[in-house]
């Protein structure tokens, strides 16, 4: 089942006045019913007191004067008196009962009996008054005065909650306008939400859709971008397959026929590296943050292992690859992460510098640790880190790289909270790749 705010709200208000209107009829009722029985009880007593004054002289009242007419008779059960002398009922009210309403007490007494409020009052000779008022003609008053203050805030309930209705569905039209106006955009249209009335609750969530929008606009622009870059280099690579192909199926010569075999041998082992490299990137993405939380790696395993599957690489190029760390280390990235990174940069190294010594070192700096990869080369300018960390920027337009490795490197450590920089030779010190990484204190696999 949907739900609804417009309900919710008409729903709870309806509850609150109905609930409040029920509750204030309790109080009202209470209030007023303590207010009153006071006030007649104090009247019954002074009536009680007052007629006594009327058989002093020690002979009842004459009866006629307390007889009700045929329009009076409707107040008997209001209002009735007992006059007792020696234990018999001399006189009473027509309607009174023939036995004593409450106990003939040596003191003044008034109780709360079978739906009358009577007060007794000894006289002289063994003589006692009881004057009593029924219980019920209070109540029915009470219900009267109560029911009087009530009915108009009854009454009134409906329209109260007509004009409630109306307010929420004008406080809530802002929120229909803007359900509209998402709803009625094209799948292309990701510019931000801008007009209609501004509303303070729904600047928020303006706010978070805009966001979500420029995010969804940059990430499609990135895509694009990044699709049209693949094509570039994937139709730059079938077509360099094609041509070696077809040399090596029209050359006679079996010297040229196994130079053609051999480059499109090398654009082979190239395109399979590219794809594999675009699996990588394509699973990169900064805004959904780290996709392992609490992961480490020892830089010691993770390096030593590394550099012995690139021992082929640098033998290839000329390169000695050495690692001088002897102890654990451990960093806040998952081993496969770190990996990649490190094999990324000691790949570049590899290729791009001169012939002689790459070696991998790493050390503690308070809550990080900093990874040195030098080399025989030059090193990089800020300029040249810039521009080669773009997808498909190769150092050499001649090398069978794909152009995505510093990409590569760039996406996880921003992911993982890491960076990069690069060292220029200097005379005491060789050029480096430095990566700083959080440090962890747990165990890997911990």
């Given at each position: 089942m949907t739900f609804s705010i417009r309900r919710f709200l008409v729903a709870s208000i309806l509850i609150v006045i109905l609930g409040g209107g029920l509750l204030l009829g309790i109080l009202t009722y209470r209030t007023i019913y303590h207010e009153l029985d006071e006030q007649y009880d104090a009247e019954l007593v002074q009536s009680a007191h007052l007629l006594a004054g009327f058989w002093q002289d020690g002979h009842p009242p004459e009866a006629s004067l307390s007889a009700l007419d045929s329009q009076e008779s409707r107040y008997l059960r209001y209002f009735i008196y007992q006059l007792w002398q020696s234990g018999k009922l001399v006189s009473a009210s027509e309607g009174s009962p023939e036995s004593p309403l409450v106990a003939l007490n040596e003191r003044p007494h008034y109780e709360e009996t079978k739906g009358w409020h009577a007060y007794s009052l000894p006289l002289s000779n063994n003589r006692w008054l009881i004057l009593a008022e029924s219980d019920y003609a209070r109540h029915s008053m009470v219900k009267n005065v109560a029911g009087s203050l009530l009915a108009p805030y009854l009454i009134s309930v409906?329209?109260?909650?007509?004009?409630?209705?109306?307010?929420?569905?004008?406080?809530?039209?802002?929120?229909?306008?803007?359900?509209?106006?998402?709803?009625?955009?094209?799948?292309?249209?990701l510019t931000p939400l801008t007009g209609g009335k501004q509303v303070r609750e729904l600047e928020p969530v303006k706010e978070a859709i805009n966001a979500l929008l420029q995010r969804l606009d940059a990430g499609i622009e990135r895509e694009k971008r990044f699709t049209a870059d693949a094509?570039?280099?994937?139709?730059?690579?079938?077509?360099?397959l094609r041509l070696h192909a077809e040399n090596?199926?029209?050359?006679?010569?079996?010297?040229?026929?196994?130079?053609?075999?051999?480059?499109?041998?090398?654009?082979?082992g190239r395109a399979e590296r590219m794809l594999e490299q675009l699996l990588v990137l394509a699973r990169l993405d900064p805004a959904q943050g780290p996709p392992e939380q609490g992961a480490c790696a020892d830089i010691?395993?993770?390096a030593r292992d590394t550099l012995a599957?690139?021992?082929?690489?640098?033998?290839?190029?000329?390169?000695?690859?050495?690692?001088?760390?002897?102890?654990?280390?451990?960093?806040?990235?998952?081993?496969?992460?770190l990996q990649l990174v490190l094999r990324n940069l000691i790949d570049n190294a590899c290729r791009y510098a001169s012939p002689g010594v790459i070696q991998v070192n790493a050390?503690?700096?308070?809550?990080?640790?900093?990874?040195?990869?030098?080399?025989?080369g030059e090193g990089l300018s800020e300029e040249q880190w810039q521009r080669y960390r773009e997808r498909f920027s190769r150092g050499h337009s001649d090398s069978d790289g794909a152009g995505l490795g510093l990409s590569i490197v760039n996406g996880l450590l921003s992911l993982y909270g890491g960076s990069l920089t690069y060292r220029k030779r200097c005379a005491q010190t060789p050029a480096a790749a430095i990566v700083l990484l959080p440090a962890a204190t747990q165990k890997p696999g911990l």
């Open positions: 409906p329209f109260v909650m007509l004009l409630v209705w109306l307010a929420i569905r004008l406080g809530l039209s802002p929120l229909s306008d803007l359900a509209r106006s998402v709803s009625r955009r094209s799948t292309d249209n094509a570039h280099e994937l139709r730059t690579l079938l077509m360099v090596a199926r029209s050359l006679s010569d079996p010297q040229l026929r196994d130079e053609s075999l051999q480059g499109l041998q090398e654009a082979v010691l395993r993770v599957s690139l021992v082929p690489l640098g033998d290839r190029f000329n390169q000695q690859l050495v690692l001088s760390l002897e102890e654990p280390l451990l960093v806040a990235m998952p081993e496969e992460a050390e503690r700096q308070g809550r990080q640790v900093s990874i040195e990869i030098s080399d025989s």
